[in-house]
């Protein structure tokens, strides 16, 4: 029997290559787990049904170019429901999208494909990833698989539970405040957000343009940075798309900076102890721990609940009822739109459109949404001047462990859940969540997360400091 729960992508290409299973064992190995335990976990909102005859491509494609076939061919892969797969049902979690099916392939769809990994399916998440838990989804909740009673972080939470559950072998996810490494953290798995621009994100649902990235969930470090390898690059169809292919240094020893300032209050206790904890295991492994000061990074939740909603609100202009996916017809066109957007989305999706529509609107633009704009920048000076000093910088990934379902019903006790995360996508910098032990709640371990963020195009870093770390 193959476990799933903890194989990885080297792993499996051994036995690929080797002969010891086939792709089509290896998807079927999953599919097996998800039956097994996804009515529980709700980590899936649709398993795909071509799942086995994929993996029967596959094996052709290992049987004939053996060695040189891509890392990935024959990889059982999850992908969050905002990205787009041509043929198959997009729908963000949202009511106001179902029934609509994706047109053409999302970029990094298109170049997994090439690779020959095998689809698994499309996971659960908040919707349109507004939301710190996947408890805003118009599906249901998705639950953590090392405490059903609690959430699985958000918003790619379904992602990171079918990879933790052992139902997915890697999976992708988006971030624009914390949505691949918080879930990653809360699961005890690994998670990426790469360089603003260094993932494509054409097909991808837009939420807050300047911050949105597409980036991997797995189970290791080099697992995740297989996959990034796969989506990366240039790409003609997304013009904020970078190519820095060259660009990339490595190292063995860093100066990891640590801005302890930002952790005096709302940690919890052990999350901070678990932390110094990590910190020392660094030391030891040889690398220099350095305090520093980032001055206006406490001002980052602020700015970013005012540029994501500000984003957010022209991007879901579009989800008019004429052009996508659900229709509620009024007496007039303006009554088909405000039935239509008032039925089709969700409670937090709303709330966010309003304090966009809000923060934009001509008497408040300069008091808000251009002061968030000047604040930003002065918070990516910030990291600019540290990043003279240290090779990277560490953090928790989150103040907390996983929540219980339903304990944050207050939205700004969930926004402080991105406190850490939410720095390194209003200046665009890689950062990547690691697990880092567990701690204990009611009588059950819970994984936390450590986070190391980069300088732009310097994922490699993360890399080598991740995979120390673990002893990878
Ligand atoms: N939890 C954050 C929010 O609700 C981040 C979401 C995300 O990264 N997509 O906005």
């Known amino acids: ?220 470090v080099g697992d995740v940075e297989a996959v990034f390898s796969a989506i990366k690059g240039l790409d003609p169809l997304d013009s904020t798309s970078i190519d820095f292919a060259s660009d990339t240094k490595k190292k063995d020893r860093l100066i990891v900076g640590v801005p302890r300032h930002l952790m005096e209050d709302g940690v919890e206790d052990d999350v901070l102890e678990a932390f110094n904890g990590a910190l020392e295991k660094l030391a030891t492994a040889g690398h220099t721990i350095k305090d520093i000061e980032l001055k206006n990074v406490s001002y980052a939740l602020g700015v970013y609940y005012i540029i994501m909603p500000a984003e957010a609100s022209t991007n879901l202009a579009r989800f008019d009822g004429m052009r996508f996916g659900l229709l509620k ?49 002065l918070i990516h000076n910030d990291f600019e001047e540290a990043f003279k000093t240290v090779d990277v910088i560490a953090t928790p990934t989150a103040p907390t462990p996983a929540f219980g379902i339903g304990e944050k019903s207050d939205p700004l006790s969930m926004y402080l859940s991105d406190i850490f995360t939410i720095p390194a996508n209003l200046t665009g910098m890689p950062a990547i969540s690691v697990p880092a032990g567990t701690v204990s709640r009611k009588e059950k371990d819970l994984p936390i997360g450590l986070q190391f963020a980069a300088p732009h195009k310097q994922e490699n870093l993360l890399f080598s400091v991740g995979k120390s770390f673990l002893n990878e």
Do not use: W
Not at 12 to 28: I, P, V
């Open 1 to 220: 029997m193959l476990d799933t729960k903890t194989l990885t992508i080297a792993k499996a290409r051994k036995g690929l290559l080797e002969g010891d299973f086939s792709a089509h064992d290896l998807a079927k190995a999953h599919l097996d787990i998800i039956k097994k335990e996804d009515s529980e976990i709700y980590a899936y909102i649709e398993v795909f049904d071509d799942v086995l005859n994929e993996a029967k491509g596959a094996d052709e494609i290992l049987r004939k170019k053996k060695e040189s076939s891509h890392i990935l061919t024959g990889i059982p892969i999850a992908f969050k429901d905002n990205i787009l797969i041509q043929g198959k049902s997009v729908t963000a979690a949202s009511k106001i999208l179902q029934g609509y099916t994706a047109p053409y392939n999302a970029t990094v769809s298109e170049k997994l494909k090439d690779t020959g990994a095998v689809f698994l399916g499309r996971t659960n998440m908040d919707e349109f990833a507004m939301g710190s838990s996947t408890e805003n989804s118009s599906y249901g909740t998705t639950k953590n698989p090392h405490d059903t009673l609690r959430v699985p972080g958000g918003s790619s939470g379904g992602s990171a539970a079918a990879v933790s559950m052992g139902g997915a072998l890697v999976a992708l996810g988006s971030d624009t405040g914390g949505s691949i490494r918080q879930p990653a953290s809360f699961c005890g798995i690994v998670g990426l957000k790469p360089t603003y621009g260094a993932v494509s994100r054409y097909g991808l649902m837009a939420m807050g343009s300047s911050l949105d990235q597409i980036g991997p969930l797995g189970r290791t």
């Open 329 to 377: 017809e009024g007496d007039t066109l303006l009554e088909d739109y405000a039935i239509t957007r008032g039925e089709g989305f969700g409670k937090e999706v709303r709330r966010r459109i309003m304090l966009g529509t809000y923060v934009l609107s001509a008497g408040y633009y300069d008091a808000y949404y251009n002061k968030a704009q000047t604040v930003r920048e």
